[in-house]
């Protein structure tokens, strides 16, 4: 995908191998020790990371470049080593609250450490080199009106709409619950439900099997959204999702109403964040792990019943709003580009 969308933009493009180093989170260090298979797995990514160095160094010699921006994600340790070799500065950003792995080795070098939230909540990286930018933003996310997003997916503007998410890959346990949740929600609201593509079928057919339904003409499921996902987010009075940093960011700056459901099993980061904004007063939170379709429903209609809750809600979130990240990223980098010219003469 990267590799089209490069092209489509007049971009070079050059992959390289990477490896990712799996931890079993929530077993003793014992297990993690001694377990066969992701000893294996870790052993044969060691060697792609490795492979990936270098053809980072070799990439990174013939480009020339006078910066590096590493986003984070495995993928960005054999380039952010490759980096650092050859004295190149390189600007590393971290979206959630609890760093990667990448990212806490690639901070030792780093120029500067863009974050995506106030530092005082960054305890595991250099704080002399933080920033705090927040998170690159779509610019068509705050240019849509709430009449455009009801007349996109053709709601009722007497009846509120709630948005529900569980992330760009989808999230079955949410999908699960909101099925059977169903019944009972469109009674009170409208609802637009990102099932993720893998999903859609499954859910569409759990949906069936609930036989007639009253008001089934208020829910509608959609695989993913492109375009279209300005207006779901400017149509929704409130939003069920996921608690990674870019759908925050985003949730932030349209200052909605928001009910947090991380994901707990494969990434400790989201919880992290959710834990973060919840003490702030920024967003309610389900934990996943007891997550029933009464306690949806419950948390659902409460926050609609409440206009003083969705306020407090909508003004707590609002405070993690960066609405220039992307500028104030661009020019950290540019600076540590301008750094590097300067010593050089």
Not at 52 to 64: N, V
Not at 238 to 266: C, F, M, Q, W
Request: charged residues 20%; positive net charge.
């Amino acid at each position: 995908m990267e590799a089209k969308i490069a092209a489509a933009s007049g971009l070079d493009f050059a992959a390289i191998s990477a490896g990712k180093f799996r931890r079993m989170h929530g077993a003793s260090k014992l297990s993690q020790i001694f377990d066969l298979s992701t000893l294996g797995l870790n052993a044969r990514d060691t060697v792609r990371v490795a492979h990936g160095i270098t053809t980072s160094l070799t990439i990174l010699r013939r480009w020339k470049p006078d910066v590096i921006f590493v986003k984070g994600g495995f993928v960005g340790l054999p380039v952010g080593i490759a980096a650092h070799i050859l004295h190149i500065p390189y600007v590393i950003h971290e979206s959630d609250f609890m760093p990667g792995l990448t990212n806490r080795i690639l901070s030792r070098w780093a120029t500067k450490i863009a974050v995506g939230f106030p530092v005082k909540g960054y305890h595991d990286l250099p704080q002399d080199r933080l920033v705090y930018t927040g998170s690159p933003v779509r610019t068509e996310l705050a240019k849509r009106h709430r009449l455009e997003g009801l007349a996109t997916f053709k709601l009722s503007p007497g009846l509120p709409v709630l948005l529900v998410t569980g992330g760009s890959q989808g999230a079955q346990a949410i999908n699960d619950c909101l099925v059977e949740a169903l019944p009972q929600l469109v009674e009170f609201t409208q609802v637009i439900h990102l099932t993720g593509e893998q999903d859609y079928e499954r859910v569409r057919f759990e949906v069936k099997r609930l036989g007639k339904v009253k008001y089934v003409e208020r829910y509608q499921a959609h695989a993913f959204l492109m375009k279209e996902m300005s207006d779901a987010l400017a149509a929704a009075d409130v939003v069920v999702a996921r608690a990674g940093a870019n759908t925050i960011s985003e949730l932030a700056t349209l200052a909605k109403p928001t009910i947090l459901i991380p994901n707990y099993l494969h990434a400790g980061h989201q919880e992290a964040n959710a834990k973060v904004l919840s003490r702030a007063g920024a967003v309610a939170v389900l934990d996943e792990r007891r997550l029933t379709p009464n306690g949806l429903v419950s948390a659902v209609r409460n926050l609609f019943g409440s206009e003083e809750e969705q306020a407090r809600l909508s003004k707590g979130i609002a405070a993690f709003a960066r609405p220039d990240a992307a500028n104030e990223l661009a020019q950290l980098i540019l600076s540590s580009a301008k750094t590097k010219a300067g010593e050089g003469k």
